[in-house]
Every structure is written in structure tokens, then in C-alpha cells.
């Protein structure tokens, strides 16, 4: 087992995400790595196929600058307040560049993920029934239960090149503690073959957890201090979700000129995730 | 009350559709409003389950999202995903499932994938979320979705999920036909809504067909402003019910809910440092 | 959803236990709900499917005393002593009557309580390869991935009548939780059609254990309080597992005469946990 | 040292085989013993893996069970054992797998089932437990198991975890051939154990053929006695090498965990009241 390594975000896009590789930013509504996205876009890395249960705003950046070929998900929207437009865009007018499409359900993706993190070649369902889902997508399957015959879902395994998370807490021997809404956070962190992790804050020690939630030196690649990181998505017991953010994303995203605009100003044109925290301070004051 | 709005009128009446101690999987928007409201007046031991993980929770304010930091600490316990779509629903832990979409059709299927052909659509949706196995597997879902020629439709673009389905005699557009099985309308097999909450009223599903029929109008509502606002010939039930209007504590308890929450928004979130 | 009972042992097991059911105690070395088992040899239950990874003492007993036909396990011993005397007395002797064993490893028995837990008609998992578990044991069969068509193994749900746990606290309401090693007690729980649970205390309000493990009220059927209820196994925060009973076992169970002695003393001679337990103590002292 | 005993001989050599910061799924008794004397010497960053789902244990004394408090009580995190099994052993994160057995066979092949037909055993053993899949999954194995004759067989009478295993060739009595696929020996597919340590010394398989030979002696020990206590013609591999004797630091270390731990356990634990 190697030692994860302590780097900063800009050193970890560089060194474990290549062009085209499979990369999951996992986080469902909670800790989405939305620091490490940027960084992703800052590198104009390309091709990827990105994963993701509830593709949010991050990926909505990540696909209106281009950086996707290949999207695997179950909603693509914004939470409580409607579309994705540049995921609409890229799918609807092919800009800046087509995007194929894997769909699943919530509960496809879920058992997925499961699968890839047990390296089980695919995972059971009871779904995928009398809908059109199936019908477009040749990745789900079906098999029957050598007990009963029953015919039962099957979805093949999700393992992500890498996949990135954001968590409240690591130490400094590389543990990383995850504390509240979780999601499939963790299946997908165990289906990578590389998993990088941003936290709020490095500790000496972490708190007593017996039951909870913790992924262990020895699966991590690299954990980067990058408070803020999940920023409009929220840090339970750090900050809160910004849902102003999320309803004044409508507006910005709805227009290609005005995203491109506001990716230059705010992600483009900063170095790191600090920078982009001030740049958006600047621009509120 | 004839001063509330339709939005209320809805809110109100999908609530009282909600027994005390049931468990319900709670959709964001007009349904986390209906069962916190149902929370805070009739039904004080509702277990509301958001999509999230978050079982048991208690939100003092509508969350935005459906993973809010809110529900996190007023639920009993957050499980990860797999262990909710495995162990709580697909177990059939759940009694009640709400579901929105952007189309439903007269046999209660819905979808919230696509309007126009999937691999060219003119207007891209969301997608299916936790809807197609909510259906299948909650004992019983409601659907609420406003009423237009544009929603309610005599044909789907894409079935997302079932409803009382007749899939073999109504394909929808999309469909290849590879899972085309039939399923006979109202036997056990059937997952479609047992009652969809629109702007004027409640549809449900007749007993023989599935077919989702008028079946109650809100106070100012008319059945001539039902048939124009629904895309296929919508029929009437023998009985229309009159449904009794939102009562002053049922407005007054959603109205404060409703000002608490847009308290909690107008908050300014500050920008971690 | 009904209201979990809160009543005593007595009531429990003679309302929700029945000769001839599927009954899995579970917890895995901690939490061994002792107590229940005790109370299902005085209710003299009988032709019970018995179903636990590791039986421990509490099924050596139960076998022992002929409540059981028929084993659902993975590893049988006195952990860290030896054999199981009661439970070898049975197989090899038929003592005091046969036992059916549907015999898996550790992983084929949690890939079963997990499909339980989920109601899927079977579990998957990469196992039971090259060795003659399978050739004696029909409930192991394989299906083929319907992607890659890589030879899986597969193993039927396993669905209790009644899984009956111990765990440190319940509140008022019927919420449990439980604090510690937790083996496949939660799964095992999900899986069953009605779930019995002890508890150390009931408490009116839990602590705040955002990502603990939980047993939601509307999930368990009775709850019971129950000090001690998991000795001469430990309830983690309440007492330690008692290693010299578990040595000094061996000797009881070798014996046939011995073994009912003891039972019949500190089991059948008492009327209840508290009573056994007040039982050892006097023998003790 | 030749003050020290054949278990403290296994006991040393075994912990010598463990690399600081390896991921080790640990048995109870022997390997427990073996694997916390490296964590104490050469290894203190190795990872403890213990099949109670106590991942990163440091346990101050031995354990008795596999489950005991001290196990959670100093572990990283402790997961159900679903996770363990799936996300851990299966997944291949696991380096190194500690097994026991009753019976083991020239090619590594082990038996913890059943002496005697399964359907009538003359002695009934505890069982698989974890030892199929530690086997398969982890990187590497290492069995811990005295020789006697009636351990070290010929022939098993239950194969429980498959080792260098040439099935076809060499069946044990109670395979039924459903199962009997031949594995070619050493190659990938291939998951005996690549040491056996027993009390009189090392075993491991040869490159060509995956025979269990004897590769190591302890100090007093000799080829005779070697080959007396195994049942079946004990080959001697080209290079018999000697095995440094347990130092004075790796036998105080060993005895003073084992001395803690005896006190711990006599310590009176109450019975509840």
C-alpha cells in the first residue's frame, strides 16, 4: 500500500486526471467537490467520461467548457429549481460538443456503483419495468435467478478511472471522515481505481466515530486541504448550501456568452480554489 | 378560503391524502410541501424519507434541494443510497410515493426524460431520478403536476415510469418495444398513481381501465376548465366529489411554513472564507 | 406501519415465535442476544430453522435442548476455544435429534441476509471456487454476468420469519441503535419478516448519531428492555464479553448430563434474564 | 534462544513474513498473536483487519474472540460485515490472508468442514467461515497449522479452501465432481498459500509443481522429524534454509503481549446485574 499523498488540488488534477479517462465527482446534494471541478476545467482536461448520479452544476460547468464526451447518470438537473442548460445545450445542440448519454435510475446507478466498489461485474435490480429506459440504453440487462427463475435487472459495474470526493475531515495519516448526507459517495470511492479527496481541514486526529463513516489511508491516492471546496454545495457542521447561488445559476448558465463570461472571470481567470471563493466575494461586495 | 390559490388548494388536498405514521418518499417542490404540511396538522408521526438518505426527517423550512443540511439533522438516522434503494424501498418499506413529471398520460405513465425523440430531443429533461422503482415499489404513489394540453397528454414522448400501463395497446413514441410487455390495468402488477393532484382538481384511476378520470374539482374549478387544460378526451367520474376547501388552519399552518422557509432563504449564505 | 410493542421477553416470544419458523439471532460476536435465546428454550420451542453466520453458545444451547431441525450458518465453533460440543453432538450423533445444515462460508451468508434485506431472489458474489462447499449444498448455484458472462456464484435471500437482536438503546418511540461491531445484524434484521429487538436500556430521547446505525421504530415489531441481555456476549459501552464463560463452556457442553444440568438449573430453574442472571450469580459467589 | 517454544518460533517467523504498512485480514489465536508482534516490531503502520469488520485494529492484548471490544474500541472504523466482505476482501484490497485449518494437503488444500463422509462426519468442524474468499481475494496467503499426520494428509476429507489445487487430479473424498475444475498450479488463478508455518518449521510451494516442500527448519528441529509428522512424502527444497532464531526483542515483545493479555483475562469480568 502507498502512503496517500498530501498535494495541493492543482498537483492532483495534474498528476491522476488524464484526458478521456472515466472520473466520478461524487456527493449527492452534500460535499459535491465542486473546487476540484474547477481545477478539472482550469486544466482543460477533455474527453472524459464523467459519472455522476445527479450530474449539478458542477458538471453543468464541466460540459458547457467542453471537458465531457460521455456522461453515465440518473437526473441531471438543478435541484429544486429546474434545468441544467448547459447539459441541455450539449445534448440538444450538440455545444460546445455532443454528449452521449448513459441513463440510468437512481436505483440503476445506485447498484452500479455497489457492484464496482465489491468488483462484482454487475449489479441486481427490481426495475427498470415497463419503462423506455432499457430500450435506450444497451447497459441494462437482465438475468434470471437460478432459484426461482425470476427475471431480475442487471446493470454492469461502474469503476471510475477516479473518483473525486469532498469530505469534512482527514488526518494526517490520510483517513478521511464523512459526516452526514452521504449518497453513493462511498461505493464510488471504493469502485475507483484512484480516489482523491478534498477536505475542509486536516486534523491531527479525527474525532471518535466507531459507526461512522470513514475510507482509510490505505484506499486514498491524495487528500488536498481546500476549505471551501464544496462551495455552492455545503460541508455539514462547516457551511451551508448556497441555494441563491443554485436559483442565480438559472440565469448565468441559460446564456452561452454569459457562462463563458462567468467561467473566465471566476474559474478561468483564478488560480485556485481560494482565488475563486474571492473573486465571487469580490463580485458580491 | 376562496382567496387561496391553486398551488395551496393542491398542497392542501394532496395532504390530507397522507395518513399519520405512513411512510412516505417525499419528491422536492409541491411535495415536500404537502407532506410536511400533512406533518404539521393531521399526520404528526409521518416518517418523510427524501431521496437523500435522510429517513425520519423533520425540516422546520422547506429544503431547496432534496438533500438540504436541515434534513440531515432532523432525521433519524442518514443511510447512504444503496442501503435506501435496497433496503427501505425496493424492500417495500415504503407506503406512499410523490412523484412530478413533465408529461403524464391518460393511464397515469409519466415522463420526465425527454420531449421529442431520445437521441434528438427538442427539449431535454432531467431524467428518471428515483421515479421509475418509487412506482414500482411504494405500496401506493401520488403524482401532483399541473394541468396543461402540453402535460397531459394523449401520448407520451418517453415512458419513464409505469403507470396503469396498457404498455402493448399505447407504446409510447420512444419505445422500441423491447420491454413493450402488457400489463393488465389495476391487478397487483399495476404501479400507476391512485390519484393525481392538478391545478383543478383530482384525477384517479377508474376501478375497470386504469383510465385516470376526473373525480373531484377544486371550489372555483369547472369541469369544462378541466377537459380544455387535459390532452385527451378526460372522462368524469359517476361520482364527482365536491372536495371541502382549505381549512383556515390547514392555510395558516402551510402559509407559515411557506414565510419560514422563504425567511430562511433570504438569509444570506456567506461565502466560506 | 404498527407501533413497535414494548412488553417483556415472556410476551414477546410466545406472541411472535412459532414452532417450525425460520428464526435468525444475530450479531456477530457482540450484541448476542443471549436473553431471547434463553427464553426460546423455556418456551420449549421446537423444529425451528435456525439461521446465524457464527451459532456461538446461544445456538449450541438451543440445539442442545432440541428447539432446532435445521442450521443456516458459515463457522460453528466457541470462538477462540473450540468446538461447539452441543451442535457437533447433533450432527455427528443426532442428539438429541438430526440437524439439517444448509452450510455457506462467511461471505455466501452475507450476500444472502443482504438480498434479503433488499427482497431480491438471490446475492451475488465471487466465491466458492474450486472447493466442495457447492457439490454438498444445492442452495449455492452460479449465474453468468449478462455482459461480460464471467461465472458468478449466487446464493437464495434469506428471509427470517423473525430476527430477534440485541442492541445498547431504544427510545420511547421504538428507534434502536446500536454502537459498535454490528456484523450482518442490520441486514439480518431488513431480511426479516418481523424483527424482535432487546435492548440494554430505553432511553427517551437517542444521541445524536447522524450517520449511526439506526433501526427506524416502523421497522420493529417489539422491542423489549433487557439488561444484560446479550451475557455472556458484551454490549459495547456496557460490559465487556465474558471470556471465561466462553471457556469455561467447553467443559459444560462436552457433557450431556452436564449440559441439561446447567440449563435446567440457570435456564428452565429461573423464569426469566434477570433470574438467570441473579442464577450465575449465586453460583458464582 | 533455545529457551523458546515451537508456538513462539511460529509465532516470530510468521510476523517476520508481514511488511510494515500491509493490509492483513487477521484469524484468531496464532495469527492474531503473529500479526500484532509485527505490528509491535517491524510493522507498526500494518493494518489489522480483523473478520468482526474492525478495520485498522490495535488491540493492547490478544483478543479471544475475533469480535472482542478492544478490536472496535482502537480500530480506524468498523464497518457491517457485508462491506467487509464486498468492499475490502472481494475487492482485492486485502495483501495478505491469515488461515487455520484442521487438515492440509500437499498442495495447500484446506479442510475445516468435516473429518469423515459430510453427511456423517466422525468429527464436525466449525466450518469455511471467511476462509474460501480470504483466499481467493487476498494477494497472498499464509497458513499457521502444527503438523501431525492425521493434520498434514494425504488426502482431505472436505475441501473448504482451495489451495495450489490441481482438482482434477487429486479430489478430495467428499467432492461430488460438480465443483471439480482443475486449476493449473502456480499460475494467476492460483491462491494457496505461499508459506505454511508450522512447529517445526516453513513449508512452501514448489515454482513448478505448487508442492508444499519444506524450505526452512527451525533451530532444533530436523528433516526427520519434519517428515515424520507429514502425511504424505515430504519433498525438501533445494535450498534448506536456516531461520534465524527468535531475537531477544521479538521474544520480550511477544511475551509481554502475551503476559498483558493473560492478565487482562483474568481479570473478573461481572456479570451484568
Given at each position: 500500500m502507498t502512503t496517500p499523498r498530501h498535494c495541493s488540488l492543482t498537483e492532483a488534477i495534474a498528476e491522476f486526471v488524464e484526458d478521456g479517462m472515466c472520473v466520478a465527482l461524487e456527493g449527492f446534494t452534500h460535499l459535491i467537490p465542486f473546487a476540484a471541478g474547477h481545477e478539472i476545467i482550469r486544466q482543460?482536461?477533455?474527453?472524459?467520461?464523467?459519472?455522476?448520479?445527479?450530474?449539478?452544476?458542477?458538471?453543468d460547468q464541466m460540459i458547457g467548457m467542453g471537458c465531457a464526451r460521455k456522461l453515465s447518470f440518473s437526473w441531471g438537473g438543478n435541484p429544486g429549481v429546474g434545468s441544467l442548460h448547459r447539459l441541455r445545450d450539449a445534448v440538444e445542440r450538440g455545444w460546445p460538443q455532443p454528449l452521449q448519454l448513459d441513463e440510468h435510475s437512481h436505483a440503476g446507478m445506485a447498484a452500479a456503483f455497489c457492484a464496482g466498489a465489491a468488483r462484482l461485474p454487475f449489479g441486481l435490480l427490481r426495475g427498470y419495468q415497463d419503462n423506455d429506459l432499457a430500450a435506450h440504453n444497451p447497459r441494462i440487462r437482465h438475468v434470471h435467478c437460478p432459484f426461482s427463475g425470476e427475471r431480475?435487472?442487471?446493470v454492469p459495474a461502474l469503476n471510475p478511472d477516479v473518483t473525486i470526493l469532498h469530505a469534512q475531515q482527514a488526518d494526517r495519516q490520510g483517513n478521511v471522515a464523512i459526516h452526514g448526507i452521504v449518497g453513493a459517495a462511498r461505493e464510488a470511492a471504493l469502485a475507483a481505481r484512484t480516489l482523491l479527496v478534498t477536505v475542509e481541514e486536516i486534523v491531527d486526529a479525527l474525532p471518535?466515530?466507531?459507526n461512522g463513516i470513514v475510507l482509510p489511508w490505505w484506499v486514498v491516492a491524495a487528500v488536498v486541504a481546500c476549505p471551501g471546496g464544496a462551495y455552492p454545495s455545503y460541508a455539514q457542521g462547516h457551511y451551508a448550501r448556497d441555494n441563491a447561488f443554485y436559483q442565480h445559476w438559472d440565469e448565468i448558465a441559460r446564456d452561452r456568452q454569459r457562462f463563458l463570461a462567468w467561467i473566465d472571470r471566476h474559474v478561468l481567470g483564478t488560480t485556485d480554489h481560494r482565488g475563486f471563493l474571492d473573486s465571487l466575494h469580490r463580485e458580491a461586495a | 378560503m376562496s382567496d387561496c390559490t391553486r398551488d395551496e388548494w393542491m398542497t392542501v388536498v394532496a395532504a390530507r391524502m397522507l395518513r399519520d405514521r405512513c411512510v412516505c418518499f417525499v419528491g422536492i417542490g409541491l411535495p415536500s410541501a404537502a407532506c410536511n404540511l400533512a406533518r404539521l396538522t393531521h399526520a404528526p408521526d409521518i416518517v418523510l424519507i427524501y431521496e437523500s438518505g435522510t429517513i425520519g426527517a423533520r425540516?422546520?423550512?422547506?429544503?431547496?434541494?432534496?438533500?438540504d443540511g436541515e434534513l440531515a439533522e432532523t432525521a433519524s438516522c442518514v443511510v447512504p443510497l444503496p442501503e435506501?434503494?435496497?433496503?427501505?424501498l425496493q424492500a417495500g418499506r415504503v407506503d406512499v410515493g410523490f412523484l412530478g413529471a413533465a408529461q403524464i398520460d391518460r393511464h397515469g405513465n409519466l415522463n420526465s426524460t425527454v420531449i421529442g425523440p431520445y437521441g434528438a430531443p427538442s427539449t431535454r429533461l432531467p431524467g428518471a431520478g428515483g421515479a421509475p422503482e418509487i412506482a414500482l415499489h411504494a405500496r401506493e404513489t401520488f403524482v401532483m403536476l399541473k394541468a396543461t394540453p402540453r402535460s397531459f397528454v394523449e401520448r407520451l414522448d418517453f415512458r419513464t415510469t409505469a403507470g396503469h400501463c396498457r404498455a402493448a395497446s399505447v407504446p409510447s413514441r420512444n419505445n422500441a418495444g423491447r420491454e413493450g410487455v402488457a400489463r393488465a390495468p389495476?391487478?397487483?402488477?399495476s404501479h400507476g398513481p391512485s390519484a393525481v393532484i392538478t391545478d383543478f382538481g383530482v384525477?384517479?384511476?377508474?376501478?375497470?381501465?386504469?383510465?385516470?378520470?376526473?373525480s373531484g374539482l377544486f371550489g372555483d374549478a369547472s369541469v369544462a376548465e378541466?377537459?380544455?387544460?387535459?390532452g385527451w378526451p378526460l372522462g368524469v367520474a359517476d361520482q364527482l366529489e365536491p372536495i371541502a376547501p382549505p381549512s383556515a388552519f390547514e392555510l395558516e399552518t402551510l402559509r407559515g411554513l411557506q414565510a419560514r422557509t422563504r425567511a430562511a432563504y433570504a438569509l444570506p449564505v456567506s461565502i466560506p472564507a
Open positions: 482543460r482536461r477533455r474527453d472524459l467520461h464523467l459519472v455522476r448520479m445527479t450530474p449539478d452544476l458542477v458538471y431480475i435487472a442487471a471518535p466515530a466507531m | 425540516p422546520q423550512v422547506l429544503p431547496l434541494s432534496i438533500g435506501l434503494f435496497n433496503y427501505y389495476r391487478d397487483e402488477s384525477l384517479t384511476p377508474r376501478a375497470d381501465s386504469g383510465e385516470l378520470s376526473l378541466a377537459r380544455a387544460a387535459v
